[in-house]
């Protein structure tokens, strides 16, 4: 892509976390292979680019997009899995990662996923429909009502949480909740017409907090914060885009705290977070709530940064 063309956040990400020939880079959440294609056209065949997902589907489209770069190797893994994804790169520390959370417009508008409150399909919603893991409708079918409000109160900030968890709780009672536009129109039924949101659809926080749920979201993001610096060579970048406040706020004190379990010294290269730009939020409004962090490794708390 030519930089001119290239939107912000995306420049912004490849200017922090400044990928040279040679280097080696994770691409953690690799998806549809944007980010990845940058990054590989920049460290060259002498680099490594290891590009993980937990969704095999993605792995293949990414894999389809980024055949001709010789530097990148996929991997099926979770990004917090890092004998995985180091196994992938031939063992050796990172010079930069990146990681943009939550799913593809390619998941996300597939009916059969179950991640769309537009179109009928089953309540899947699993990242990797191989993995033998609860789905949505697991969990809405075995979940009590108090954790339903939970879920939805705590990972969609949900204001009508109780009065949504109420509503599917005496559903079940009558039938299982099976798809994806029976439970939309249930939650839009249970918010008072007047509340219902001006930009987005009334499912949107529902929809969004079964499926960090359903993934364990916030669970893989933990355990890579208190990991990753052990994994980053000096001088090594990092960078995070996040699409929720509770993914925002571990990634901005995991970066103060210099990474809990790996006693780093890390250097925050954005003060505040970075966010996508009008035309840009334009285009693809689900870029709407991005925020981009990064950090730089300069030292372990034995050997602090000497720059
Ligand atoms: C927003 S998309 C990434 C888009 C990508 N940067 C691009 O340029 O096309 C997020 C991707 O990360 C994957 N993903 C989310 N959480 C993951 C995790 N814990 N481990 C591995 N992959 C994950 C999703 O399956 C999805 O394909």
Redesign the pocket.
């Known amino acids: 892509m030519h930089a001119a063309h290239i939107p912000v956040l ?1 420049q912004e990400t490849l200017r922090l976390l400044s990928p040279a020939p040679g280097e080696v880079f994770l ?11 940058e990054i590989a056209a920049r460290i060259g065949p002498g680099g490594i680019l290891v590009c ?4 095999p589907a ?1 792995l293949a489209v ?1 894999a389809g997009r980024l055949e001709g770069f010789e530097c990148v190797r996929t991997a099926h ?4 899995d890092f004998e995985t994804v180091k196994g992938a790169a031939g063992g050796r520390m990172f010079d930069g990662m ?7 417009s ?2 996300l508008d597939d009916p059969s996923r179950g991640f769309s409150f537009r179109e009928d399909g089953p309540l899947d919603m699993r ?2 429909p191989g993995a033998r893991a609860p789905t949505a409708r697991d969990i809405l079918r075995r979940a009590t009502e108090k954790e339903l409000a939970d879920i939805f109160h705590r990972f969609g900030e949900e204001r009508f949480s109780r009065r949504i968890a109420r509503a599917i709780a005496s559903q079940r009672e009558r039938e299982p909740l099976e798809r994806t536009l029976r439970l939309a129109d249930l939650v839009k039924r249970a918010i008072p017409r007047k509340a219902w949101p001006r930009d987005i659809h009334p499912a949107t926080r529902v929809f969004q907090a079964l499926r960090i749920a359903v ?1 364990g ?1 916030l669970d ?2 933990s355990a ?1 914060l208190d990991r990753f610096a052990g994994h980053l060579a000096p001088g090594g970048r990092i960078a995070v ?1 996040s699409f929720h406040s509770l993914e925002d706020r571990m990634v901005k004190v995991a970066f103060r705290g210099g990474s809990a379990g790996e006693n780093a010294v890390l250097e925050v290269l954005t003060r505040k977070p970075v966010v996508p730009g009008a035309e840009e939020v334009h285009a693809n409004p689900r870029a709407r709530s991005a925020k981009l962090r990064a950090a730089r490794i300069c030292g372990r708390k034995e050997d602090p940064c000497r720059e």
Not at 77 to 80: N, Q, T, V
Request: aromatic share 6%; proline share 0%.
């Open positions: 995306l691409d953690g959440t690799v998806g549809a292979g944007g980010h990845a294609e993980a997902d937990a969704d993605m990414a893994s979770d990004f917090s990146l990681l943009d959370l939550g799913l593809s390619i998941q990242r990797d993934n979201e893989s993001l890579f885009i």
